[in-house]
């Protein structure tokens, strides 16, 4: 009997490899074709500056994805946004929040915001977009990825914005973590600062700034 028990281990050893190898090929299998989940489904929004209709009306949802590989089939399939015309913006937000100060989701919330000068077009709005949507997709923000409400380029003549909306200026830490943190990936040097504003301030500024909340 004594003698049988190392061979029983060695066969259900033997099993378990087997199931092992099966299991493992099943897992190697299983991830060839299932697509890589994100932590939130995005929709992405494009807005065309026809001066007939309301600004509402110039707002078009493209396309909503929830999955690494669904972002990247839709980020290679549109237009490079230097490619975009004057007065178009994309925007990437949650699903279920559209992309204006009066959305639930905005209203108490504001943004921070990167001015490009005229030369940036060439050399920067590309890659600071594609990073702005690697940071939101990508939940880069930590505890305080909650807090982001989604982002938008504005392609402007005068000169191109990004900017990252989050939900509520008066969440200090959230909307500090989420600036510095957001600075740092843009690899914006440290003594060059970058202001948060709110919606509201924004939406009834007189001028052509609106007066930061916050700047990291
Ligand atoms: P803009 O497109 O954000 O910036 O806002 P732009 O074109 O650089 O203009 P500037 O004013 O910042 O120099 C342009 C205009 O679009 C605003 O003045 C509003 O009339 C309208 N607009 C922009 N946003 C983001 C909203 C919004 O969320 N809601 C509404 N109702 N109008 C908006």
Known sequence: MATEEPEMNSNSCKREEDNAEENNQEIVGLESYIKHPL??????????????????????????????????????HIQLSSNLMSGCDYSL????????WEDERNKRGGRWLITLNKHQRRYDLDRFWLETLLCLIGEAFDDHS??????????????????VWTADYENRDAVTHIGRVYKE?????????????????????SGSTTKNKFVV
């Open 146 to 163: 909650d807090d982001v409400c989604g982002a938008v380029v504005n392609v402007r003549t005068k000169g191109d914005k990004i900017a």
């Open 93 to 100: 937000f949650k699903d279920g929040i559209e992309p204006m």
């Open 185 to 205: 990936r843009l690899g914006i040097p440290v003594n060059m600062t970058i202001g948060y504003q709110s919606h509201a301030d924004t939406a009834t500024k």
């Open 39 to 76: 932590q939130n489904r995005w929709s992405l929004w494009f807005f065309k500056n026809d001066k007939t209709k309301t600004w509402q009306a110039n707002l078009r949802l493209i396309s909503k994805f929830d999955t690494v590989e669904d972002f990247w089939a839709l980020y290679n």
